[in-house]
């Protein structure tokens, strides 16, 4: 699959559309758009299959601290599109060329009501704590309030079922997930569960009883979101079937509804509803993300590289044979400069690992110092003049000298506080007794 990176900035793309009048046309959102939402760039157009891409009017610099969080296309017409950002919503009745507020405040979803996209429901944060509903019956020129229920997420999602229109379910947060369910498109809604998993949430377009939820698994419910059962697992457990972790998008295809599609951070999966079978179509896809490399001093072929949720992955055989090491979240990476079989990664929060035998007989120890949480990516080093030594930072800054066994604290409240974590850690190549580190700072 050709890749569109060369075309548009190297960042995220929080949601694709296609034209559904012209396919060559498309249009994109530049930033992240879920629960650790990133500021974007805005929206880009296509209109060669996304061999080039322009910017819309309807963009912006990172510096001015937009969330893209939705995109909508019309379904009967496909010059006009819908943005929901956390500086309001707008309208584009051209194409993109010109765009047009209608709402203010930080819209976090946006659903049309299957059949009549006249009717328009919108997701509104607040920052006193409530999440508030909005209905639209007029193509988003007017809205009138449904809704006003506390939560502490700013995400809160809808979901709408062409199988039933009048049917909207939307999952709240305070501190426990709750799916309610409304039957007359809002003018009234009724608690269906309070023990949902997590995020997104879909209804099936082909039966609105049955709804899509989770995360880390995925679980259906066939009966109206009253009872869930668990339909995949992360890894082979023997039980489900296997659909990689951490769902982002569920959506269907108008032309194929039997067929509904996940977007998480393995790539994509695809699920045939009448038959129950799962396919993974990633297959081509270049979106893995490495945080870190190392690369061997003594074997040409050898480097490791710690990913985003799809762990620490080895090259075991030029040019692109690769096999994998810790699973998860696979952070900083170290290879042994005099002996390529000795190797280190870690899982986020500081959770270290070494391995002897490159980790093929997922042979590994554990050589965390600080039991301590410490940053998404913890910095550690070998010492450039001595190998054998290490330098990690958490709170404070940690020294073994014999490959992880034993540790020494070096440093006392050097962040200030236990809840803050180094970022940053390097050690000098002049001097090795010199280090450099930066820090967060909690809260």
């Known amino acids: ?79 006009i599109l819908y943005s929901a950002q956390n500086n309001g919503l707008f309208r584009t009745i051209d194409g993109g060329l010109n765009w047009t507020p209608l709402f203010t405040g930080e819209i976090t979803d946006l659903k049309f009501k299957p059949g009549h996209p006249e009717v328009m429901y919108l997701v509104k944060y607040t920052n006193s704590g409530s999440t508030e509903i909005y209905r639209s019956v007029d193509s988003g ?59 997104p949430i879909f209804a099936s377009p ?3 009883n049955r709804i899509y939820e989770g995360f880390t698994s995925i679980y259906r419910s066939v009966d109206g979101g009253l009872n869930f059962s668990q339909l995949t697992h992360w890894y082979n457990d023997g039980v489900h079937s296997t659909v990689h972790a951490d769902q982002r998008q569920i959506e269907f295809n108008p032309l194929t509804p039997q067929y509904i599609y996940f977007c ?20 081509g896809l270049i979106i893995t993300q490495y945080y870190k490399i190392a690369v061997s001093q003594t074997d040409s072929v050898f480097m490791i590289g710690g990913t985003q949720d ?67 990516v913890t910095p ?21 000298m014999d490959e992880g066994d034993n540790w020494t604290k070096l440093s006392n ?12 850690l390097d050690v000098s190549r002049a001097n090795t007794h010199h280090l450099h580190w930066s820090k967060t700072i909690s809260g």
């Open 1 to 79: 699959m050709d890749s569109l990176r060369r075309a548009v900035a190297l960042c995220s793309a929080g949601n694709i559309v296609v034209d559904h009048q012209n396919p060559s046309t498309l249009y994109i959102t530049i930033g992240r758009n879920d629960y650790w939402s990133d500021y974007g760039l805005g929206i880009y157009k296509s209109t060669d299959g996304g061999q080039s891409w322009q910017a819309t009017s309807q963009s912006a610099p990172f510096s001015a601290g937009v969330v893209y969080y939705r995109l909508l296309m019309h379904p009967g017409n496909s010059q």
């Open 206 to 208: 082909t039966n609105g």
């Open 141 to 199: 020129l007017n809205w009138i309030q449904k809704t006003n229920l506390a939560t502490s997420a700013n995400l809160v999602e809808l979901a709408v079922t062409p199988h039933l229109p009048h049917t909207v379910y939307f999952v709240t947060d305070n501190g426990t997930k709750e799916l309610y369910r409304s039957n007359d498109s809002l003018d009234t809604y009724t608690l269906v569960n309070s023990a949902l998993t997590n995020n």
């Open 310 to 376: 799809n762990g620490g992955r080895k090259r075991i055989a030029y040019p692109d044979q690769w096999d994998a090491t810790n699973g998860g979240d696979g952070m900083e990476v170290a290879i042994h400069p005099q002996n390529e079989m000795t190797m280190y990664t870690t899982y986020w929060g500081g959770t270290l690992y070494r391995s002897y035998d490159q980790w093929d007989q997922d042979t590994y120890y554990e050589i965390t110092p600080d039991t301590a949480k410490a940053a998404w």
């Open 380 to 400: 550690y080093q070998l010492d450039p003049q001595n190998p054998y030594r290490l330098i990690a930072g958490y709170a404070d800054v940690w020294q073994s």
């Open 264 to 283: 998480n951070d393995g790539g994509l999966y695809r699920l045939h509803e009448p038959s129950g079978n799962w396919q993974d179509l990633s297959d």
């Open 413 to 424: 409240n050097l962040t200030g506080s236990y809840n803050n974590k180094l970022e940053v």
